[in-house]
T-cell receptor, first 115, second 112 residues
Framework: ETGVTQTPRHLVMGMTNKKSLKCEQH?????MYWYKQSAKKPLELMFV???????ENNSVPSRFSPECPNSSHLFLHLHTLQPEDSALYLC??????????????FGDGTRLSIL | SQQGEEDPQALSIQEGENATMNCSYK?????LQWYRQNSGRGLVHLIL?????REKHSGRLRVTLDTSKKSSSLLITASRAADTASYFC????????????FGSGTQLTVLP
């Protein structure tokens, strides 16, 4: 139990569907992150939220839309995805993004498959 | 751009042996972290070493950092089958960037 819960664990969707990934952290952290993990590639940072404000967006296509309604919850809204978007999507949290390089706590991810 | 690069990409050892994984990086860092990922799970933070530290221990883990060579190593002593996992190094730059930059990882298999 890492204190970061992601749902669903697995998701299969067609390219025209709209779905959302959910992440919840129970650690009282102020920063939350979305990463994409593809086979044979390093983790790619997608978005960073600090105190519910988006502070980084690493050139992610607009078909991925993050939402952070409060410091405990983070969503990733998906629409019109492409087959190359199939990957493991990991959510993480850390105590404070402004103090650089703190350890991050990860959820177990959502395995996304695009048909 | 990728910062950390682990070596080897895959490592297979017998239970009880030591496992050593290396990480090289390109730019100056604030700190370097090691993470473990079991199959189908998220990453778990193992240890953080700051740029002004040379060695750190945590249980059976020993991490070294050589900033002159821009490299770090993770040693797992007396390995167990449960240590089978992927191990990643991640760096935090010394500039204004606060994000972790991960390498591609080393897949460690410990045979019983």
């Amino acid at each position: 139990e890492t204190g970061v819960t992601q749902t669903p664990r697995h998701l299969v969707m067609g390219m025209t569907n709209k779905k959302s990934l959910k992440c919840e952290q129970h650690l009282g952290h102020n920063a939350m992150y979305w990463y994409k993990q593809s086979a044979k590639k390093p983790l790619e940072l997608m978005f960073v939220y600090s105190l519910e404000e988006r502070v980084e967006n690493n050139s992610v296509p607009s078909r991925f839309s993050p939402e952070c309604p409060n410091s405990s919850h983070l969503f990733l809204h998906l629409h019109t995805l492409q087959p190359e978007d199939s990957a493991l999507y990991l959510c993480a949290s850390s105590q404070d993004h402004r103090t650089g390089g703190q350890p991050q706590h990860f959820g177990d991810g959502t395995r996304l498959s695009i048909l | 751009s990728q910062q950390g690069e682990e070596d080897p990409q895959a490592l297979s050892i017998q239970e009880g042996e030591n496992a050593t994984m290396n990480c090289s990086y390109k730019t100056s860092i604030n700190n370097l972290q090691w993470y473990r990922q079991n199959s189908g799970r998220g990453l778990v933070h193992l240890i953080l070493i700051r740029s002004n530290e040379r060695e750190k221990h945590s249980g059976r883990l020993r991490v070294t950092l050589d900033t002159s060579k821009k490299s770090s190593s993770l040693l797992i002593t007396a390995s167990r089958a449960a240590d089978t996992a992927s191990y990643f190094c991640a760096t935090v730059g010394s500039g204004s960037a606060r994000q972790l930059t991960f390498g591609s990882g080393t897949q460690l298999t410990v045979l019983p």
